[in-house]
């Protein structure tokens, strides 16, 4: 991974309506503890909203529908060691959750946390995702 330039990650953005209002799922990494969604790096033989529903799965251990349209990007720098790092461009699916376990991959490595969209916009760092949920909280009008 070290000789990346640039990456392509396809992420989820885990939700579900409680009482009709929308609620994200955010999880932490793995090294920085920042609250993230659940993203991983393309692999050709798997559909980016596939690979999408499986960082879901391995990362905050929920299961669901995933839509096959994109629904937005952002590009965020990430750092592989202390002095290299590399623009990282991401496509978001949205997977609405139907099954949230309570035994996942890497559950051991990370910590989930549901949040209406406004308060995880305030909790993640990387502005272009911060757009797309305050989106998503927006009651269709």
């Known amino acids: 991974m070290s000789d990346r330039t640039s990456c392509i990650q396809y992420a989820a953005l885990p939700f579900r309506l409680r009482s009709r209002r929308p609620e994200v799922l955010l999880v932490t990494s793995r090294e920085t503890r920042r609250w993230i969604i659940p993203k991983g790096w393309a692999e050709k033989a798997v559909k980016p909203h596939a690979m999408a529903a499986r960082e879901a799965y391995e990362e905050a251990g929920v299961r669901g529908t995933v839509d096959h349209k994109p629904f937005g990007s952002y590009r965020y720098v990430k750092r592989l060691t202390a002095s290299k790092s590399v623009l990282c461009?991401?496509?978001?699916?949205?997977?609405?959750?139907?099954?949230?376990?309570?035994?996942?991959?890497?559950?051991?490595?990370?910590?989930?946390?549901?949040l209406s969209p406004s308060q995880a916009a305030l909790t993640v760092g990387e502005s272009g995702l911060v757009e797309m949920l305050l989106r998503l909280g927006i009651p269709p009008g």
């Open 89 to 114: 461009s991401v496509t978001v699916y949205l997977l609405e959750v139907e099954e949230e376990l309570d035994d996942w991959p890497e559950k051991s490595e990370r910590e989930r946390r549901w």
